[in-house]
């Protein structure tokens, strides 16, 4: 695991992946990346992640092996 980079979020919420970090991920300009929050940690996962309820692309949670959407995780809270 990659680590001791460190960045600051900017005005408009936006942050540097360091290059050595694409260049790990094999990430390269206008790659589809996922965001997903796991345990208080951002994780930024190659190409497009969905809902494993609803199949959107909107994730924002993960729990398990499982990707959830914040209106999936509103529904299950209300049962
Ligand atoms: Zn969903």
Redo the contacts with the bound molecule.
């Keep these: 695991m990659s680590k001791g980079n460190k960045g600051k979020i900017d005005n408009l919420g936006r942050v540097v992946i360091p290059k050595t970090i694409r260049d790990a991920l094999g990430i390269k300009h206008n790659d589809e990346i996922s965001m997903t929050v796991d345990n208080a940690k951002l994780i930024i996962t190659k190409g497009y992640k969905t809902?494993?309820?609803?199949?959107?692309k909107?994730?924002t949670t993960q729990v398990s092996d499982k990707l959830?959407?914040?209106?999936?995780?509103s529904?299950i809270k209300g049962l």
């Design positions: 809902c494993s309820i609803c199949d959107t909107d994730v959830l959407c914040d209106s999936c995780i529904e």
